[in-house]
Each structure stands twice: as structure tokens, then as C-alpha cells.
Nanobody, 128 residues
Framework: VQLQASGGGLVQAGGSLRLSCAASGRTLSNYIMGWFRQTPGKEREFVAAMRWSDSVTNYADSVKGRFTFSRDNAKNTVYLQMGSLKREDTAVYYC??????????????????????WGQGTLVTVSS
């Protein structure tokens, strides 16, 4: 499985940015896709996830109402549309994939160990 993340860059506070993550080598129907972020010296933080089978999404409280997770089936690609960006959103963003479980997403999608493949990360910098 290969995940290719892209779309990071420099944006002013209040602006928008869309991240993409293209997946190859795996049929995603029984999997989840997630976005995490990390800043130096801190643990990887959950941002959002989507269950591929029914597009149900889950968001961290810090991004609810500002970020939107979507997908393009034909391209096997997911997107993270980020709006109303804040300086504290500055981080390296990673996409990841893992097997979906027969339980509520809230119990496991926020844990990095729920994912078995990770993309290379893309840097988002929000300036004031």
C-alpha cells in the first residue's frame, strides 16, 4: 500500500487549503482513511477519519466545523479541506489507512496504532 499526500503550503490565518492523499495497492472498501498532524516535540494528533464503506466521518473537536473530509472513488483519493485556518493548525499532516472494525469509529479512529500504512507527510504552515 502506498499513500501519497500533497497540498501543503503556506497560508494566512483565516485562509483555506486542501490536502490530498492518493492511495494505491489496496482496495479501500473495508478500511478507514485518516488524517493526523504532528508538530516538533509533540505526539501525532488525530484530525479526521472516514470509513470508506459508507463515508461516515469523524473529526477532532479542534477542527470540527472548519475541516471537511471527502473522497473521490474513481481516483482512490481522499481530501481534507481545511478552512478558517489558525496558527495552531501549523503541522506536518499525515494520511493513513487501517482496517475498519465492527465497532463505533469513535473508539479507534483517533489512535495511530489503528493504522498500518502512512503517507510521507505534507507541511502546512499558517501565518498570522
Amino acid at each position: 500500500v502506498q499513500l501519497q499526500a500533497s497540498g501543503g503550503g503556506l497560508v494566512q490565518a483565516g485562509g483555506s487549503l486542501r490536502l490530498s492523499c492518493a492511495a494505491s495497492g489496496r482496495t479501500l472498501s473495508n478500511y478507514i482513511m485518516g488524517w493526523f498532524r504532528q508538530t516538533p516535540g509533540k505526539e501525532r494528533e488525530f484530525v479526521a477519519a472516514m470509513r470508506w464503506s459508507d463515508s461516515v466521518t469523524n473529526y477532532a473537536d479542534s477542527v470540527k466545523g472548519r475541516f471537511t473530509f471527502s473522497r473521490d472513488n474513481a481516483k482512490n483519493t481522499v481530501y481534507l479541506q481545511m478552512g478558517s485556518l489558525k496558527r495552531e493548525d501549523t503541522a506536518v499532516y499525515y494520511c493513513a489507512t487501517g482496517r475498519a472494525r465492527w465497532t463505533s469509529m469513535t473508539y479507534y479512529v483517533g489512535r495511530p496504532d489503528s493504522y498500518d500504512h502512512w503517507g510521507q507527510g505534507t507541511l502546512v504552515t499558517v501565518s498570522s
